[in-house]
């Protein structure tokens, strides 16, 4: 089993930064590739970013690309997303997750193998 941990979250003015961080425990994380999710009030939950086991390959959804940055330290078994230029439509439940496809991740057509309990970022206008 792999278990996840969302650390960062609180509450910015828009234009702000939030550095979010997911702490790994369980099976080496370095097997798995990562990703970030989001999910608004009344909104279904969407794909952020996702990052290939060796960190040589980052993907973002459009609404975020310029702005956010993933990335991970497989030797602490963690992985973050640096958040730039928030706007308040960033505002969202944040859950970082891993499988070991980031296909899965990325395309988010099935549940990856392992979720965060989530993390709150509010962005204030």
């Known amino acids: 089993q792999v278990q996840l941990v969302e650390s960062g979250g609180g509450l910015v003015q828009a234009g702000g930064s939030l550095r979010l961080a997911c702490a790994v425990s369980?099976?080496?994380?370095?097997?798995?590739?990562g990703g970030w999710f989001r999910q608004a009030p009344g909104k279904e939950r969407e794909f952020v970013a996702a990052?290939?086991?060796?960190?040589?390959?980052?993907h973002y959804a459009d609404s975020v690309k310029g702005r956010f940055t993933i990335s991970r330290d497989n030797a602490k078994n963690t992985m973050y997303l640096q958040m730039n230029s928030l706007k308040p439509e960033d505002t969202a439940v944040y859950y970082c997750a891993a499988d070991t496809s980031l296909n899965t991740l990325v395309r988010h057509t099935i549940s990856p193998d392992y979720w965060g309990q989530g993390t709150q970022v509010t962005v204030s206008s």
């Open positions: 990052i290939t086991w060796s960190g040589g390959s980052t």
């Open positions: 369980g099976r080496t994380f370095s097997r798995y590739a």
